[in-house]
């Protein structure tokens, strides 16, 4: 780990004194569950590191008529304790899957979804989009993307909510560089893939504030996360699918699917949502839905098997948002 | 002369009872001190470089730069321009610092120029391997029942009578099988705090060889073992992978020396996956044959595997097939040599290898003839090679195989193969597997102390690898002298104490448990002398029970502990107990055992993800003298059998030879809920009792690979090939693709 400067401001306007425009040169420190182990592997070496814990502006949910709005540094403990939250099963579910108690009471929500990616060449310092993305493409790509994976980027976005955040048609609050620059972005704007190394996964700049998570009524709109994970523990899923539907009168009538940990961004599955609209929600049309989620699917050499299990997932994730089983472990 | 022996079977007081671990509270609260906290009063930080590169040669090292960053004491190299790296993460050179920052700091300044090396590290595909001429054979033998006439060539008749054992056996199966390389994860990572006392060395070391160690750091620094003291009173793990002071000890040793200051140099823990030591990996091409009732005749085997970079790496091929042998079979062996990090000694060397890939044959068998495994593992113990005092263990493992179906209840549960009534999409399957191991006594020393207070005190050069070893010394001692546990002060892991072996191969138990049991029977008898004189009655007639030394037939003559001591004068009692495999007689300890595991699995078709359910290991170890630490080894075993089952692996990056997997976060590891419930049943009726104390810490680990991949195939009717069973391999394997 490289020293550096530490502070820990009190209010947002301060946070973003602090931050530097230049990329990499300060880094904001929330749970540290992601960023403590990148200072450690050289792979983030910031001249100063700014903590938000202590903005209380920045915690905890809140609910009105328009929705619920939670702060950035509002803990995974915290979320799974909101009643706030009871309607939105597929945000609690997928912080349960995460399943270490050390994560979920020390990460936080914005953290959550600003970690960096798992990819296992990244995390050993060879880069992100080493060697153009030929290292994945060559190299061991068990693990990563099937989707969106022909640039150089073949990595698989590492936020486990993104999925169940993006199909709810969350906003996200972004201030900054100064207090007076805010902006509602929709989630699904927030993610992208990088082109270059100094690129993160999102668009926020370096002297930009992730302040607040906010999700539109959930009245009357099923929502799930199904995680197809190896084990038990605090790995990450090897493919995941949050859904959010609208069902009138016993036939959906809105619907939005979205995969996680198949590309280098949270995955709306389009077609899956084209699928199922206007029939019930059953074994047939879930797993229909499942089928045309990955039929775009562009595996590597390694990752085939990750088509099927993103299809299960899809198929899983809206049984569960209709109320059954899901056929798999539940 | 003193006859050594146990307290008749059900009279003792102490051994066989459940106690709880002597030191246990210590380690629970944090009071014991291990390796790893050991921080002495001007302590330097020392790290290590490593390799980036998976093969090359040295062209240049220069570390001035390094020597000149802020905090920096003192830079060492342990490889010279022109030396071979044969794998990533080698180390290169040792940086001592005031902190550990400013030792990964000045790390990064050590400038090394490589000449690049071609780089392979594929072990599973040998046709690969063969091109890339990174093989070696490393045997081959075949065997035959049938005797060939005289005037027949011996060889070429073998070769044809195995064909004929084939071309008659009413199944065969073709198989292919396999077990990735793991590495060694102790939760402590290798390495030590060194100080010198003037020209003597103290080396806190985690290490399962106390007293074996202090050799090793004499020779490279030009002192004797005598100026070396080696301590451990407490290691996090070692598993077969601590038996050596290694480089980095030694060069911690020397940096001490250097700066004149205390050098703590702890491996990372990428650095404690890529350089400290795997398991081996094995594959295996299998031709088996069997009669109608599954009876197997008939073996041919081609199987390899890498230890690294060496050529004679792999699963030993005396070890295939595993323990049931038929009568007719011919086993070859390849080694693949790979630029991946050395293999180490890892629990049971291997036997989990061997197991893997045999008895997973031998299910398909039952398999193929749709017959219950469990009849097909039954008829094969007509094969079974392994004895215990010169008798065949295979009514051992009968006796053991009805206990765990009964706690598996395997007859309700069983279905054939792929037919099993699905839940879903999650089906259940069952399977089994056996195994052997020594376990016999090694070299041992104890030195007990009787003071004349009634304080007892034991003395040895062994050490506790997390097993409860003080526990057990504490227990034959107290049972010797009819003392309570607590009445027992254990003293172990140092060098400076009587030799004892290393702690490895499960012989630590017998070890430890002869010499003290000699040595406190040996003690008893003088305090006895004593004390017979005392009461005037004859020394024979005298016993050591509930705290008391006292005739056995006038239980009221007595004296107590205390007062029996008090006759020994000034001066505290000393006797060394001595245990020399071979050469001392005993009852006391024996060896070979053997355990029958049954697994239950559930597994999603559509995922390929697998739960373990339910999980029976039923063992033997002779004589027991800590059933609850004896479980608890157990316990650990089986769960160190399912992580490499289901989790476990190195996973290599084919074009730069990167360890890519070298971190905890990725290197998988089951978690509480991943491993299922697990029922663990010491099997010892009386004649265990009565052979003595044999080791378990190895056996248990063996079966639970073959066990568990059985149980997958009894699930999904079709055979997932390599461990451990990743989702990705299931459904691999059910689409019919290579695994």
Request: proline fraction near 5%; include cysteine.
């Amino acid at each position: 780990m490289k020293a550096f400067d530490y502070a820990a401001p009190t209010c947002e306007a301060d946070v973003l004194e602090l931050l530097s425009g230049e990329p990499g040169e300060t880094e904001i420190l929330a749970g540290g569950t992601d960023l403590v182990p990148l200072m450690k592997k050289m792979l983030a070496t910031p001249d100063r590191v700014v903590n938000i814990m202590e903005v209380s502006s920045l915690r905890g949910v809140s609910a009105d008529s328009q929705g619920v709005t939670i702060g950035a540094t509002t803990t995974l403990d915290d979320l799974l304790a909101a009643p706030e939250l009871d309607d939105y099963p597929a945000i609690k579910q997928a912080i349960e899957g995460i399943s270490s108690m050390q994560l979920q009471a020390q990460g936080t929500i914005g953290g959550e979804l600003c970690q960096r990616p798992r990819c296992w060449y990244f995390r050993n310092g060879y880069g992100l989009l080493a060697d153009r993305g030929r290292l994945v493409a060559e190299g061991d790509s068990r693990y990563h993307a099937i989707f969106g994976n022909e640039g150089p980027a073949k990595f698989v976005h590492a936020s486990r909510l993104a999925p169940a955040l993006v199909a709810l048609g969350a906003k996200l609050r972004i201030v900054g560089p100064t207090e007076d620059d805010e902006v509602a972005l929709s989630i699904e704007e927030f993610f992208r893939t990088p082109r270059h190394e100094s690129q993160r996964e999102h668009v926020l700049s370096a002297n930009q504030l992730l302040t607040h998570i906010i999700l539109p009524p959930a009245s009357g709109v099923a929502n799930a996360t199904y995680e197809v994970r190896h084990g038990e523990g605090p790995d990450y899923p090897l493919a995941a699918a949050a859904a959010a539907v609208r069902i009138d009168g016993g036939l959906v009538t809105g619907a939005n699917i979205v995969l996680g940990h198949v590309a280098p961004t949270p995955w709306i599955a389009l077609r899956a949502a084209e699928s199922i609209f206007g029939w019930p929600i059953n074994e047939q049309t879930a797993r229909a839905a499942g089928e045309a989620a990955v039929a775009d699917a562009t595996p590597l050499k390694d990752n085939g098997y990750k088509v099927q299990l993103a299809a299960v997932a899809v198929e899983r994730a809206l049984l569960r948002a209709a109320g059954f089983e899901t056929g798999g472990f539940e | 002369m003193i006859s050594y022996n146990w307290p008749k079977y059900g009279e003792s007081s102490v051994i066989g009872k459940e106690h709880d671990r002597i030191d246990g509270l210590d380690k629970a609260t944090g009071a014991a001190k291990y390796t790893y906290d050991i921080n002495l009063e001007g302590m330097l930080f020392a790290k290590m470089l490593g390799s980036p590169h998976a093969h090359c040669r040295i062209k240049s090292i220069d570390t001035a730069a390094a020597e000149k960053m802020p905090g920096v004491r003192a830079v060492k190299t342990l490889k010279e321009p022109g030396n071979e790296i044969r794998w990533q993460g080698d180390a290169l050179a040792v940086v001592a610092a005031d902190t550990e920052a400013a030792a990964a700091a000045a790390l990064e300044k050590i400038k090394v120029e490589y000449e690049m090396l071609d780089v392979f590290v594929d072990d599973q595909d040998l046709e690969a391997a063969e091109e890339a001429k990174r093989t070696n054979g490393a045997g081959e033998d075949i065997h035959v029942e049938m005797e060939p006439d005289p005037d027949v060539d011996e060889d070429e008749f073998n070769v044809m009578e195995l064909e004929r054992q084939f071309k008659e056996a009413a199944a065969v199966v073709e198989g292919h099988y396999g077990i990735s390389v793991i590495t060694h994860m102790c939760l402590e990572p290798h390495g030590s705090t060194c100080v010198w006392d003037g020209d003597k060395l103290i080396a806190y070391l985690s290490t399962q060889n106390v007293s074996g160690t202090a050799a090793q750091f004499a020779t490279p620094l030009s002192i004797t073992a005598g100026d070396v003291t080696v301590k451990c009173d407490f290691i996090g793990g070692g598993f077969g992978s601590k038996f050596a002071a290694d480089a980095w000890g030694v060069t911690c040793a020397q940096l001490a020396k250097e700066t004149g200051r205390p050098v703590k140099l702890m491996l990372d823990r990428d650095q404690e996956l890529k350089v400290a030591g795997c398991r081996p990996s094995g594959f295996i091409k299998v031709r088996i044959g069997a009669d109608k009732d599954g009876l197997v005749t008939c073996w041919d085997s081609t199987h390899w595997g890498t230890g690294g970079p060496k050529d004679n790496g792999g699963v030993n091929k005396g070890t295939i097939p595993y323990v049931m042998v038929p009568k007719n079979y011919r086993r070859k062996q390849i080694a693949v040599m790979t630029n991946t990090g050395e293999d180490r000694a890892w629990r049971a060397p291997n036997h989990p290898q061997a197991c893997a890939m045999s008895q997973t044959a031998l299910d398909d068998i039952a398999a193929k003839l749709g017959l219950d495994s469990y009849e097909v593992f039954l008829k094969n113990l007509d094969n079974a090679t392994p004895k215990k005092l010169g008798q065949s263990m295979a009514e051992t493992y009968r006796e053991q195989m009805k206990i765990a179906a009964k706690l598996m209840d395997w007859q309700s549960k069983w279905h054939p193969h792929g037919k099993g009534q699905a839940k879903g999409d999650v089906v259940t399957g069952l399977g089994m597997a056996l195994h052997t191991w020594g376990g016999g006594a090694a070299n041992s020393n104890c030195l007990v102390k009787v003071h004349p207070d009634g304080a007892v005190e034991a003395y040895l050069g062994s050490q506790d690898l997390g097993t409860g070893t003080r526990t057990v010394i504490a227990s034959v001692i107290a049972e010797t002298f009819g003392l309570p546990l607590s009445a027992v002060k254990v003293n172990i892991g140092s060098s400076a104490y009587p030799v004892s072996n290393p702690s490895g191969g499960s012989i630590t138990v017998g070890s430890v448990s002869e010499s003290s049991r000699r040595a406190s029977q040996e003690a008893l008898e003088g305090i006895f002398d004593k004390v017979g004189k005392k009461l005037g009655v004859e020394v024979s007639s005298l016993e050591a029970r509930d705290g008391r030394i006292r005739v056995k037939d006038d239980k009221d003559n007595s004296l107590s502990w205390q007062e029996a001591c008090r006759l020994l004068g000034m001066n505290p009692l000393e006797v060394t107990g001595k245990y020399e495999p071979g050469k001392t007689k005993t009852t006391l300890s024996s060896s070979q055992v053997g355990g029958v595991q049954m697994a239950e699995v559930a597994v999603d078709r559509r995922t390929g993800v697998v739960k373990m359910k339910k999980f029976v290991a039923v063992q033997d170890m002779g004589l027991v003298i800590n059933p609850k630490t004896a479980k608890s080894q157990m316990y650990g075993a089986v769960i160190m059998g399912i992580a490499y089952s289901l989790f476990e692996e190195r996973i290599m990056d084919r074009k730069t030879g990167a360890f890519v997997n070298a971190e905890l976060a990725d290197y998988k590891l089951p978690r509480l809920g991943d491993i299922g419930e697990i029922i663990v049943e010491i099997y010892q009726p009386e004649s265990e009792y009565e052979r003595g104390v044999v080791g378990l810490g190895e056996p248990p680990v063996i079966s639970p690979g073959a066990a568990i991949s059985n149980a997958v195939c009894n699930a999904l009717g079709v055979r997932v090939p390599v461990l451990p069973l990743t989702p990705k391999r299931v459904l691999d394997a059910l689409k019919g693709g290579k695994a």
